[in-house]
């Protein structure tokens, strides 16, 4: 009976503190008003939910106004408990957006929006205060020394409270750590998980485990907002009150009473040093999933918090009446009466074992069920309706409401916030703890749901209208109409047939262990729940059909059978191609062999045999176990691609003189790494990153990643490829001549062998164990791997792959290109097939540098959400913001795909102008004769100014530009400087150029599209 014509609102309302606060003071004031963002239906009886953003001005003004027009503005109690919370432990924005200036947002509507507020109960924490020690119990003065992201917030909030509350009197209730009887609390439930699974993590521990934290139980914490908010009145007009039980348990003996309830027995728990806990918790966190320990956590395993209680019973007259000793065997028995439903429960991953277990018994269940249908001797007949799974409560509908008449003044139980929840015995609600509430089973037949917007849509179980899509919400309804609408609906039902036995329950196509009551979104993934198969016995999601991992990976496994049959190929190889056959070396492979001071043919073939044989073993094995139908096996994919590696190099490590050896190990080594993880799912990605948005980078007017956007250093690699492979094959041996059509040899080669040749088997070549045309060749032929992995989001869902790119590109390129530059300065000639890769290799830069800044914005903006640094750089996520991509892609004209393909990359006449100077200055020595350090400095600025201006055509790299400026002092400095001056020309002609680079560095030139916060450094 409501006694009070107050308003409390209730914020956080769809939480479980919040729910479980409505529905008790529903029972006490007439107009309980709860705020979300999720606002879910329907609310508990007697209470009212209002969708609210307290992050948005528009949003909670919108919910404040509609509180004024349809409540009033008498309010007894604002019960502030929205909050942001995650276990990261490092700052994050949504604390400062959610936590306090949410708070002072809502301050800020209540008082300018004229609402008469008697009280504002804000929800804090105890951890905002300096932990103690054992012994110590910690007060309301306690010094305040929050020691992470979530109880800092909390700080603020309190000081925000404290200065803008106006006339509103405040109080701070700072809670311990809340559970109930099921657990639901995230530190005990996963240190309950750990001993149930028998993990080694189990065992160990980093802290004294004689220190331990103070909980409380989620009833006794609503007993204290209760007691708060009845004595609003009679409390000081701000103050704060610690609220938890006064024993506190240590770890250790948490871990002995898991212990002997799970297992009967009970070991000692083993000290780890804090630094060697904090590099496993590192590793954990690399690997793939959520792992719960983190290493901000083993800086506060040694934390003790125990609480003096002194004021709340002073001032509310409360203590707690639960403890956490006592509900400890619940949470046990809870487990172990529904494992999968309980790990379920908790967003935990229910091991293989029990889901297999749980596989079988549904199976069980469900050919029970279908023999029980076919014995049915007549149609129409009543059917007595079965208990779910285990894990599945049974849910009202029509055939509990028949039961329930069938039996009248029988006592049931039911969920006051899952009123479809109902049994014969008390007990707890399976899906949010709450204890069940005895009613009259005739009461229970009279439950109804209907659609706010449309009265007319009335049925008899929780859902949605098919009208407008809102929540339903709860409601009831006369004995006869209600009998009048049973008669309709087992109408329908003798028509349509069966009703459906379950309610519609909500889980993640990925993580088939998240099972919720409501939409919503994965906390694991973030994907959208859908709706679980109802009617066929099993679990959507939960089954090898229903994983849509496996269902991706089952079409396409084609890619491994090919590299099976590539793995047969290579076992036989060296015996078809004739690798230990006969040899005999011609004149080249002579040179090569006392060049390089290499081992006897025989030994390098029979390595190479070797190695083709293993390897072929190799790519057999984890080609079988990737190509498992049953079974993921990430892992052998990534072995696979390592042996294809080792493919492309083991013929330069032997040197092998055999062309075929040469030729197999590029081809079969390329095609390995390909059907390995470029053509089938990438291992490892984030189904977030995979199936979330957007295409295009938030606040970029297009895609950097699509194929258009990677074809043109797609198409430069395979050039260099192709060159490098030329080179490589000549200094292996075999080939005896590289084709040159300008530059001579020079030195003692001269006339011997032609510029290419000199260069290629110079010292500065045969500086590098391998053959370094050929390593040229491996890095070419890795970009071409690499240009074509990942979907046009891979900015986003493979950071590390464009990193990799960016790293084969950008920096070993400039070295290439560095390498190629000084060539005639330190061996006296020229190749001009080495000209052109590294023009190619220069080429590449702009074209890659776009991509490479939206990957860097994507970690930045990542890193800022509170995200794993290192998981999302392996993994990918998805990102707010963006748009999809409508470019008209590779089906356009050929003009329209040439302007898809550069975008990002324009051409200002004033760098096309720079080039020209810097290929000008490469000629300085034939056109003025120069000679020594004038003419090897011209030669080498022209050509480090073509490639910076080659790199600055991007447009997110157009500040590189500026580079030319010190190029163009230098030029102008000089001819004062340096010997070699041959003629008064050379002087103007340094002067000049540099006076003219200088000037053109200046101007930006022509930007065509946008970057986001990247657009602040294209100058």
């Given at each position: 009976?409501?006694?009070?014509k107050?308003?409390?609102?209730?914020?956080g309302?769809?939480?479980?503190?919040?729910?479980?606060?409505?529905?008790?003071?529903?029972?006490?004031?007439?107009?309980?008003?709860?705020?979300?963002?999720?606002?879910?239906?329907?609310?508990?009886?007697?209470?009212?939910?209002?969708?609210?953003?307290?992050?948005?001005?528009?949003?909670?003004?919108?919910?404040?106004?509609?509180?004024?027009?349809?409540?009033?503005?008498?309010?007894?109690?604002?019960?502030?408990?929205a909050?942001?919370?995650?276990?990261?432990?490092?700052?994050?924005p949504?604390?400062?957006?959610?936590?306090?200036?949410?708070?002072?947002?809502?301050?800020?509507?209540?008082?300018?929006?004229?609402?008469e507020?008697?009280?504002?109960?804000?929800?804090?924490?105890?951890?905002?205060?300096?932990?103690?020690?054992?012994?110590?119990?910690?007060?309301?003065?306690?010094?305040?020394?929050?020691?992470?992201?979530?109880p800092?917030?909390?700080?603020r909030?309190?000081?925000?409270?404290?200065?803008?509350?106006g006339?509103?009197?405040a109080?701070?209730?700072?809670?311990?750590?809340?559970?109930?009887?099921?657990c639901?609390?995230?530190?005990?439930?996963?240190?309950?998980?750990?001993?149930?699974?028998?993990?080694?993590?189990?065992h160990?521990?980093?802290?004294?485990?004689?220190?331990?934290?103070?909980?409380?139980?989620?009833?006794?914490?609503v007993?204290?907002?209760?007691?708060?908010?009845?004595?609003?009145?009679?409390?000081?007009?701000?103050?704060?009150?610690?609220?938890?039980?006064?024993e506190?348990?240590?770890?250790?003996?948490l871990q002995?009473?898991?212990?002997?309830?799970?297992?009967?027995?009970?070991?000692?728990?083993?000290?780890?040093?804090?630094?060697i806990?904090?590099?496993?918790?590192?590793?954990?966190?690399?690997?793939?999933?959520?792992?719960?320990?983190?290493?901000?956590?083993?800086?506060?395993?040694?934390?003790?918090?125990a609480?003096?209680?002194?004021?709340?019973?002073t001032?509310?007259?409360?203590?707690?009446?639960r403890?956490?000793?006592?509900?400890l065997?619940?949470?046990?028995?809870?487990?172990?009466?529904?494992p999968?439903?309980?790990y379920?429960?908790?967003g935990?991953?229910?091991?293989?074992?029990?889901?297999?277990?749980?596989?079988?018994?549904?199976?069980?269940?469900k050919?029970?069920?279908?023999?029980?249908?076919?014995?049915?001797?007549?149609?129409?007949a009543?059917?007595?309706?079965?208990?779910?799974?285990?894990?599945?409560?049974?849910?009202?509908?029509?055939d509990?409401?028949?039961?329930?008449?069938?039996?009248?003044?029988?006592?049931?139980?039911?969920?006051p916030?899952?009123p479809?929840v109902?049994q014969?015995?008390p007990?707890?609600?399976?899906r949010?703890?709450?204890?069940?509430?005895?009613?009259?089973?005739?009461?229970?037949?009279?439950?109804?749901?209907?659609?706010?917007m449309?009265?007319?849509?009335?049925?008899?179980?929780?859902?949605?209208?098919?009208?407008?899509?809102m929540?339903?919400?709860?409601?009831?309804?006369p004995?006869?109409?209600?009998?009048?609408?049973?008669?309709?609906?087992e109408?329908?039902?003798?028509?349509?047939?069966?009703?459906?036995?379950?309610v519609?329950?909500?889980?993640?196509?990925?993580?088939?262990?998240i099972v919720?009551?409501?939409?919503?979104?994965?906390?694991?993934?973030?994907?959208?729940?859908?709706?679980?198969?109802a009617?066929?016995?099993?679990?959507a999601?939960?089954?090898?059909?229903?994983?849509?991992?496996?269902e991706?990976?089952?079409?396409?496994?084609?890619?491994?059978?090919?590299?099976?049959?590539?793995?047969?190929?290579?076992?036989?190889?060296?015996?078809?191609?004739?690798?230990?056959?006969?040899?005999?070396?011609?004149a080249?492979?002579?040179?090569?062999?006392?060049?390089?001071?290499?081992?006897?043919?025989?030994l390098?073939?029979?390595?190479?045999?070797?190695?083709?044989?293993?390897?072929?073993?190799?790519?057999i094995?984890?080609?079988?176990?990737?190509?498992d139908?049953w079974?993921?096996?990430?892992?052998a994919?990534?072995?696979?691609?390592?042996?294809?590696?080792?493919?492309l190099?083991?013929?330069?490590?032997?040197?092998?003189?055999?062309?075929?050896?040469?030729?197999?190990?590029?081809?079969v080594?390329?095609?390995?790494?390909?059907l390995s993880?470029?053509?089938?799912?990438m291992?490892?990605?984030?189904?977030?990153?995979?199936?979330?948005?957007?295409?295009?980078?938030?606040?970029?007017?297009?895609?950097?990643?699509?194929w258009?956007?990677?074809m043109?250093?797609?198409v430069?690699?395979?050039?260099?490829?192709?060159?490098?492979?030329?080179?490589?094959?000549?200094q292996?041996?075999?080939?005896?001549?590289?084709?040159?059509p300008f530059?001579?040899?020079?030195?003692?080669?001269?006339?011997?062998?032609?510029?290419?040749?000199?260069?290629i088997?110079?010292?500065?070549?045969k500086?590098?164990?391998?053959?370094?045309?050929?390593?040229?060749a491996?890095v070419?032929?890795?970009?071409?791997?690499?240009?074509?992995?990942?979907?046009?989001?891979?900015?986003r869902?493979?950071?590390?792959?464009?990193?990799?790119?960016?790293?084969?590109?950008?920096?070993?390129?400039?070295?290439?290109?560095?390498?190629?530059?000084i060539?005639?300065?330190?061996?006296g000639?020229?190749?001009?097939?080495?000209l052109i890769?590294?023009?190619?290799?220069?080429?590449?830069?702009?074209?890659?540098?776009?991509?490479?800044?939206?990957?860097?914005?994507?970690?930045?903006?990542?890193?800022?959400?509170?995200?794993?640094?290192?998981?999302?750089?392996?993994?990918?996520d998805?990102?707010d913001?963006?748009?999809?991509?409508?470019?008209?892609g590779?089906?356009?004209?050929?003009?329209?795909?040439?302007?898809?393909?550069?975008?990002?990359?324009?051409?200002?006449w004033?760098?096309?102008?720079?080039?020209a100077?810097?290929v000008?200055?490469?000629?300085?020595?034939?056109?003025?004769d120069?000679a020594?350090?004038?003419?090897?400095?011209?030669?080498?600025?022209?050509?480090?100014?073509v490639?910076?201006?080659?790199?600055?055509l991007?447009?997110?790299?157009?500040?590189?530009r500026?580079?030319?400026?010190?190029?163009?002092?230098?030029?102008?400095?000089a001819?004062?400087?340096?010997?070699?001056?041959?003629s008064?020309?050379?002087?103007?002609?340094?002067?000049i150029?540099?006076?003219?680079?200088?000037?053109?560095?200046?101007p930006?030139?022509?930007?065509?599209?946008?970057?986001?916060?990247?657009?602040?450094y294209?100058?």
């Open positions: 009976m409501n006694t009070e107050r308003i409390v609102l209730v914020t309302a769809s939480g479980r503190i919040g729910s479980a606060v409505m529905r008790r003071l529903s029972r006490r004031f007439s107009d309980v008003v709860g705020f979300d963002r999720k606002a879910p239906s329907p609310a508990p009886p007697g209470c009212t939910h209002i969708a609210v953003d307290i992050t948005s001005d528009d949003s909670l003004q919108d919910g404040l106004r509609t509180l004024r027009e349809h409540h009033g503005t008498q309010i007894a109690s604002v019960v502030h408990l909050a942001y919370y995650d276990f990261l432990g490092k700052p994050s949504k604390y400062d957006q959610v936590t306090v200036e949410g708070t002072r947002r809502l301050l800020h509507g209540l008082l300018a929006g004229g609402f507020v008697e009280q504002f109960l804000f929800s804090s924490t105890m951890l905002v205060h300096r932990p103690g020690e054992p012994g110590e119990f910690i007060t309301e003065d306690w010094p305040l020394e929050p020691a992470w992201a979530y800092e917030s909390k700080v909030t309190e000081a925000v409270i404290h200065a803008e509350r006339e509103i009197p109080l701070i209730l700072r809670f311990a750590g809340v559970y109930d009887d099921i639901h609390s995230p530190p005990l439930a996963h240190q309950i998980q750990r001993i149930y699974e028998g993990q080694l993590a189990a160990l521990y980093s802290g004294e485990t004689s220190h331990g934290q103070a909980y409380l139980h989620l009833e006794d914490a007993d204290a907002i209760e007691r708060a908010v009845e004595r609003r009145a009679q409390l000081p007009l701000e103050t704060a009150i610690l609220i938890g039980e006064p506190t348990l240590s770890y250790d003996e002995h009473t898991f212990m002997r309830l799970l297992h009967k027995e009970s070991t000692e728990t083993q000290s780890v040093p804090g630094l806990a904090k590099a496993g918790a590192w590793a954990q966190g690399l690997l793939p999933g959520e792992q719960f320990i983190k290493p901000w956590m083993i800086d506060r395993a040694n934390d003790h918090y609480l003096d209680i002194t004021r709340a019973h001032l509310l007259d409360w203590q707690p009446q403890s956490l000793r006592q509900t065997p619940k949470m046990v028995s809870a487990l172990e009466a529904d999968v439903g309980w379920r429960e908790h935990l991953e229910p091991p293989a074992s029990l889901e297999e277990k749980e596989e079988k018994e549904e199976k069980e269940e050919e029970e069920k279908e023999e029980k249908a076919a014995a049915q001797p007549e149609h129409g009543a059917v007595t309706k079965t208990a779910g799974h285990k894990h599945e409560p049974v849910h009202g509908g029509d509990a409401h028949t039961a329930a008449a069938a039996a009248p003044g029988c006592t049931m139980h039911a969920c916030m899952h479809e109902c014969s015995s007990g707890n609600c399976p949010c703890g709450t204890a069940l509430e005895a009613a009259e089973a005739a009461e229970l037949a009279e439950a109804e749901y209907t659609c706010p449309h009265p007319e849509v009335v049925q008899g179980e929780p859902g949605r209208c098919p009208k407008c899509g929540a339903l919400e709860l409601r009831s309804v004995s006869e109409a209600h009998s009048a609408q049973h008669e309709h609906q109408h329908q039902e003798h028509q349509s047939g069966p009703p459906d036995e379950k519609v329950e909500y889980t993640c196509p990925m993580h088939s262990e919720r009551s409501e939409p919503g979104s994965c906390p694991k993934c973030g994907m959208t729940l859908v709706p679980r198969d009617g066929g016995g099993g679990h999601g939960h089954g090898h059909d229903g994983d849509m991992m496996v991706s990976h089952r079409n396409m496994l084609w890619p491994h059978y090919l590299n099976l049959m590539l793995g047969f190929w290579l076992l036989t190889s060296p015996f078809t191609l004739g690798y230990m056959s006969d040899f005999v070396p011609d080249n492979q002579l040179r090569v062999m006392a060049e390089r001071g290499l081992a006897s043919f025989e390098r073939n029979l390595l190479m045999t070797w190695s083709d044989v293993l390897s072929g073993l190799l790519v094995v984890f080609s079988a176990l990737s190509a139908a079974r993921r096996n990430p892992w994919q990534w072995a696979n691609a390592c042996v294809g590696l080792w493919l190099f083991a013929p330069l490590v032997f040197w092998t003189p055999l062309p075929d050896a040469y030729a197999n190990g590029t081809l080594g390329g095609l390995v790494i390909a993880v470029l053509i089938p799912m291992p490892g990605m984030s189904m977030a990153g995979m199936m979330g948005k957007p295409d295009v980078p938030p606040g970029w007017a297009y895609c950097p990643s699509t258009l956007q990677r043109p250093i797609g430069l690699a395979l050039i260099g490829f192709l060159i490098a492979r030329v080179l490589g094959a000549y292996l041996g075999h080939i005896d001549s590289v084709w040159e530059f001579a040899g020079s030195g003692d080669m001269k006339g011997v062998m032609n510029g290419s040749e000199t260069i088997t110079s010292d500065m070549s500086a590098w164990p391998i053959a370094d045309g050929a390593l040229g491996i070419y032929m890795l970009e071409l791997v690499m240009v074509w992995m990942g979907t046009k989001t891979r900015w869902t493979m950071p590390w792959m464009v990193l990799a790119l960016a790293i084969l590109i950008l920096p070993l390129g400039v070295v290439s290109i560095y390498f190629v530059i060539q005639p300065i330190a061996i000639t020229w190749c001009t097939l080495c890769a590294a023009l190619a290799m220069a080429v590449m830069i702009p074209y890659a540098l776009n991509e490479f800044v939206a990957m860097g914005q994507f970690l930045v903006w990542a890193r800022k959400q509170g995200k794993p640094f290192w998981r999302t750089f392996w993994t990918g998805a990102m913001g963006g748009s999809d991509d409508t470019a008209i590779l089906v356009g004209t050929p003009g329209e795909q040439w302007v898809q393909a550069t975008r990002g990359v324009t051409y200002p004033t760098l096309m102008l720079s080039i100077i810097g000008w200055l490469t000629f300085t020595r034939l056109a003025f120069s020594d350090a004038m003419a090897d400095s011209d030669h080498m600025v022209g050509l480090l100014v490639t910076f201006s080659i790199i600055a991007a447009e997110v790299g157009r500040a590189i500026f580079i030319n400026i010190p190029f163009g002092i230098w030029l102008i400095a001819p004062w400087l340096l010997d070699g001056i041959a008064p020309l050379a002087v103007w002609n340094g002067v150029c540099g006076a003219l680079l200088i000037v053109l560095a200046l930006r030139g022509r930007i065509r599209d946008s970057y986001a916060g990247w657009d602040r294209v100058v």
